[in-house]
């Protein structure tokens, strides 16, 4: 197979509406078998995005191409290679989920009858795929929209608040699939404002807001990151010992930024000083369980990022 580094590329997209700018000069990519997450607040830009990556929104300026098509000079060339849903996919309710899906692939060549039967397997619908649409939950009507989305195996999968209606464990077998389709070399964008579930669903995230980039960050190096200070990165560190009061006052007389949560003893120090401080407990007869540090996580990185641009910085 071949490889395409960049199967969605967006280059300097504007789109205005009127004189009111909602996405600004953005430019980013989103590779073969990778997942990226598109955060940001509520007015973002985030559907705007998508709809003109879709070619459902005409392009102020900029370009975007799908696996090197133009979505506005190719459309049709670029529709071959996407499939995405937006919102609440529109569907017809008094027909058969099956009906709808037969019908959504005739838009598509080459989808037989044995890749529809693939596809609805996946979408864990096989034992009410036969019920009208009107019988289904809002949950079950994602996973159809998620059906026709794939049903012609596209390269790109663009999905816009896919864990609308779903519960836990829908949500948990929504990820599992997009891993799947990833493994298997599908380029997915995906928005959400469920963070937590971004964080087990996506290699990268981009976040956005007023319709500007603010950051794009691989989240395993995001989990690897501490905080800057004067004294270099730090990390919060969690004890668990013999005697966590007095591992309290000990760090509290070092002037060291600790406190207590869940009995468990926290401190924020560089990697070098908690060697010392390992030292400095051992010597005073504290017997360590368990020492842990803590990964940054997901929200983190969007608190930081979106508190800072509120203060100006």
């Known amino acids: 197979m071949i490889k395409i580094a960049k199967v969605l590329d967006i280059k300097n997209v504007t789109k205005k509406f009127g004189k009111k700018t909602v996405v600004d000069n953005l430019t980013f990519s989103v590779n073969e078998g990778e997942i990226l997450g598109f955060l940001g607040p509520n007015g973002a830009g985030k559907t705007t995005l998508i709809k003109m990556a879709m070619g459902l929104l005409k392009i102020t300026s900029g370009k975007i191409t799908v696996c090197?098509?133009?979505?506005?000079?190719?459309?049709?060339?670029?529709?071959?290679?996407?499939?995405?849903?937006?919102?609440?996919?529109?569907?017809?309710?008094?027909?058969?989920?099956?009906?709808?899906?037969?019908?959504?692939?005739?838009?598509?060549?080459?989808?037989?009858?044995?890749?529809?039967?693939?596809?609805?397997?996946?979408?864990?619908?096989?034992?009410?795929?036969?019920?009208?649409?009107?019988?289904?939950?809002?949950?079950?009507?994602?996973?159809?929209?998620?059906?026709?989305?794939?049903?012609?195996?596209?390269?790109?999968?663009?999905?816009?608040?896919?864990?609308?209606?779903?519960?836990?464990?829908?949500?948990?077998?929504?990820?599992?699939?997009?891993?799947?389709?990833?493994?298997?070399?599908?380029?997915?964008?995906?928005?959400?404002?469920?963070?937590?579930?971004?964080?087990?669903?996506?290699?990268?995230?981009?976040?956005?807001?007023?319709?500007?980039?603010?950051?794009?960050?691989?989240?395993?190096e995001v989990r690897k990151e501490g905080k800057t200070t004067d004294s270099g990165q730090t990390f919060e560190y969690s004890y668990d010992t013999n005697d966590n009061e007095k591992v309290f006052k000990i760090l509290k007389e070092k002037n060291k930024n600790v406190f207590m949560e869940n009995n468990e003893v926290h401190v924020q120090t560089t990697k070098s000083e908690i060697a010392i401080l390992n030292r400095e407990l051992i010597n005073n007869n504290i017997d360590i369980y368990t020492i842990t540090q803590k990964s940054k996580t997901l929200e983190d990185l969007f608190m930081e990022t979106t508190t800072s641009l509120g203060k100006g910085e």
Request: aromatic content about 4%; some cysteine.
């Open 68 to 220: 090197g098509f133009d979505i506005e000079k190719d459309y049709e060339e670029a529709a071959q290679n996407f499939g995405g849903i937006i919102e609440n996919p529109e569907m017809y309710s008094e027909l058969k989920g099956i009906t709808n899906i037969q019908i959504f692939s005739e838009l598509y060549n080459d989808v037989d009858k044995q890749r529809i039967e693939e596809v609805v397997k996946l979408v864990g619908l096989k034992d009410r795929i036969t019920d009208p649409i009107k019988k289904y939950s809002l949950g079950m009507r994602q996973r159809i929209g998620l059906a026709q989305a794939i049903i012609h195996k596209p390269k790109l999968l663009i999905l816009d608040e896919p864990t609308n209606g779903l519960d836990p464990a829908g949500i948990k077998e929504l990820r599992d699939m997009l891993r799947k389709l990833a493994n298997q070399g599908t380029a997915i964008l995906v928005s959400s404002h469920l963070l937590s579930e971004m964080e087990l669903m996506c290699d990268k995230v981009c976040i956005i807001d007023k319709g500007k980039m603010i950051d794009i960050r691989d989240l395993k």
